[in-house]
């Protein structure tokens, strides 16, 4: 029997460097299996161009974000956060996506789910993956968000109205410890090698982890990376050392399972001491006008273009906490512990993350939230068409 399609209101925005799909929760259904079934076909996964979806064939454009109204009453809005697996039938639900929350508090307002107050309207957004709460604050006006202005951050073209995201108390994500292990650093045998790590857990846990270890510099844009003749090979340690930070947090039973079944978290990035580099933009970044030098790895182990939101707020607390290996490479760079602003060199340019901190007895600080500014834009709303 011949089924059409179903059609689906829907929302494209971009946020930061990243574009998502935004949904309302009570357009899609509640049985989680079923959910997941209509965000797959609307993104045309898994396929790796994603042709019969909305879905931009890689994981900065294949993000889906589900809204409502929330019943907290620290929150306005709940926002739930997935990575749609652009060759696999997976939504991962583990992770957020700081630049996709960028575009949550936009979202909000223009549909009126928060009033909007001029000239700066405060969303306070729950995120069902993390359990923490965001505040962002959205330039508005004439009774929606602004949408043009003047502040550009790398890796996306032109400028626009300045967004604040604020991740409150954004230790402890996904394990509800700062420290997953216990400790600032650790290291790992990795096939009679020995590597030395730091696991941070903040908004979202990463493992930071040295490339002059694996034969690399760290400055390496995503085509010179993956144009490496070992490059493969580089990518299957890192899946060892990621794939443990897998099991640690209880996301998996193994290395296989952590493999296939825990993508997204926890990421693993590569760390170094700021230097000159060329970013992928063609722009010259020089090693005074940043702090340290970072690659973040996505699903299947790719490097991505820029920097992930919740990655620089897990970069500067990591720098906010003694012993860790981004604490090292801020303080040979004449800092300290006491770390509220931090630039980070990615492959497309700088990245500013900034911490408001409190200052503790013995000496050390607390990261109160960390924060980020970022542009966000709605492209297109209308509807997505679902098979079935």
């Not at 936009?106 to 700066?120: F, R, S």
């Not at 004449?334 to 931090?342: E, I």
Request: aromatic share 6%.
């Amino acid at each position: 029997m011949y089924k059409p399609n179903i059609k689906v209101p829907c929302v494209y925005m971009r946020g930061g460097t990243s574009k998502a799909v935004f949904f309302r929760d009570e357009d899609l259904p509640k049985e989680e299996t079923a959910r997941d079934k209509w965000i797959l076909s609307a993104f045309g996964s898994p396929d790796r161009r994603q042709i019969d979806g909305m879905g931009g064939a890689n994981t900065s454009t294949s993000k889906v974000a589900i809204i409502k109204k929330s019943s907290r009453p620290d929150a306005d809005i709940d926002y739930s956060f997935g990575q749609v697996d652009v060759n696999s039938p997976i939504v991962g639900k583990t992770m957020n996506c700081g630049n996709i929350s960028s575009a949550v508090g936009p979202y909000a307002i223009d549909e009126g789910l928060v009033e909007a107050v001029e000239p700066t309207t405060n969303v306070r957004i729950y995120n069902t993956n993390t359990k923490k709460i965001i505040v962002a604050v959205v330039p508005v006006k004439d009774g929606r968000a602004m949408t043009e202005g003047d502040f550009s951050i790398d890796g996306v073209p032109g400028t626009g109205a300045k967004i604040t995201l604020k991740f409150v108390a954004p230790q402890g994500a996904s394990s509800g410890k700062l420290l997953p292990t216990g400790n600032p650093k650790d290291t790992i045998d990795v096939e009679g090698k020995v590597y030395e790590y730091s696991f941070i857990d903040s908004a979202n846990p990463v493992i930071f982890v040295h490339p002059e270890d694996f034969g690399v510099t760290g400055t390496e844009i995503p085509a010179e990376f993956n144009a490496l003749p070992n490059c493969k090979e580089i990518c299957r340690k890192l899946e060892i050392i990621r794939g443990t930070g897998a099991i640690i947090l209880g996301f998996a039973k193994n290395l296989e399972d952590a493999r296939i079944n825990s993508q997204t978290l926890p990421k693993i990035a590569f760390a170094t001491k700021p230097v000159d580099y060329t970013a992928g933009s063609g722009a010259e970044i020089k090693v005074s006008n940043i702090d340290c030098v970072g690659r973040l790895f996505s699903v299947d182990m790719k490097m991505i273009d820029a920097y992930m939101g919740t990655g620089a707020i897990c970069t500067i607390t990591a720098a906010n906490t003694p012993g860790t290996i981004i604490n090292e490479i801020v303080r040979k760079g004449g800092g300290n512990d006491h770390v509220t602003h931090l630039r980070i060199g990615h492959p497309w340019g700088i990245m500013d993350a900034y911490a408001d901190l409190q200052d503790n007895p013995d000496g050390t600080h607390t990261v109160l939230s960390g924060n980020l500014d970022r542009t966000a834009r709605r492209i297109m709303e209308g509807y997505v068409y679902i098979r079935d």
